[in-house]
């Protein structure tokens, strides 16, 4: 059974740092690895998606990377701010029950002005 | 692209009750899913329909819980006999291939008291 872990469960920094979320997942058969971003109240927003192809995936400052052998990926946030904010979440999508994303619990993130 | 929506945002309901959620998908999308999330944790698939199929469905989808999507459209779902234990976000989400990112809506918080 793909189970997700995503730690530290929170996370604070200052305003400008560079930063890094980190998310394990045990079964290497995946399709693809998903993070996304939700703030309090709201739904989830996707950020980038990685295919079980691919090592990494960028956008704006935000890069993430797969390795699936070891089944890590992270997400790398560069010059963060304070309206980056919230929780992260990643996902993955296992070849096997591929309809259903699998998540991990999330990464509360916390940026100090 | 307007989105996914999710009506009601809230929903407060006595034990016993019956409640139905509606969602809208992003219109070009034939995938829609149905998670549910309760605080401090990820979402967890309940439930995915292709088209108006409903093609898979968890075992967290008691007897109790039933979703439609007529037409291939938008869906609902619907929870007879609410108990406390069904207090959580209801996410729905839609995506047009399977490798595609998932889009999520804001969810419908539902309340048991």
């Known amino acids: 059974k793909q189970e997700v872990t995503q730690i530290p469960a929170a996370l604070s920094v200052p305003e400008g740092e560079n930063l890094v979320l980190n998310c394990s997942f045990t079964?290497?058969?995946?399709?693809?690895l998903q993070w996304f971003r939700q703030d309090p109240g709201k739904g989830l927003t996707s950020l980038l998606l990685?295919?079980?192809?691919?090592r990494e995936q960028t956008s704006g400052r935000l890069n993430a990377s797969l390795d699936k052998s070891s089944g890590r990926s992270t997400l790398y946030i560069a010059a963060s701010q304070p309206g980056d904010s919230a929780t992260y979440l990643c996902?993955?999508?296992?070849?096997?029950?591929?309809?259903?994303?699998?998540f991990g619990q999330g990464t509360r993130l916390t940026i100090n002005p | 692209d307007t989105g996914v929506s999710q009506n009601p945002r809230h929903k407060i309901t006595k034990r016993g009750q019956n409640v139905t959620f509606r969602c809208d998908p992003i219109?070009?999308?034939?995938?829609l899913y149905w998670y549910r999330q309760t605080l401090g944790q990820g979402p967890e698939f309940l439930t995915y329909?292709?088209?108006?199929?409903?093609?898979?469905k968890s075992r967290l989808l008691s007897d109790r819980f039933s979703a439609e999507r007529p037409k291939g459209s938008f869906s609902t779902l619907e929870i007879q006999r609410t108990e406390q234990g069904d207090s959580a976000m209801y996410l729905c989400?839609?995506?047009?291939?399977?490798?595609?990112?998932?889009?999520f809506g804001n969810g419908t918080r539902l309340t048991v008291t």
């Open positions: 989400a839609s995506s047009p291939t399977q490798n595609s990112p998932l889009h």
């Open positions: 079964d290497s058969a995946i399709y693809n």
């Open positions: 990685i295919q079980s192809s691919q």
């Open positions: 996902a993955v999508r296992p070849i096997q029950g591929a309809q259903k994303l699998v």
């Open positions: 219109s070009e999308h034939n995938r």
């Open positions: 329909f292709q088209n108006e199929a409903q093609l898979e």
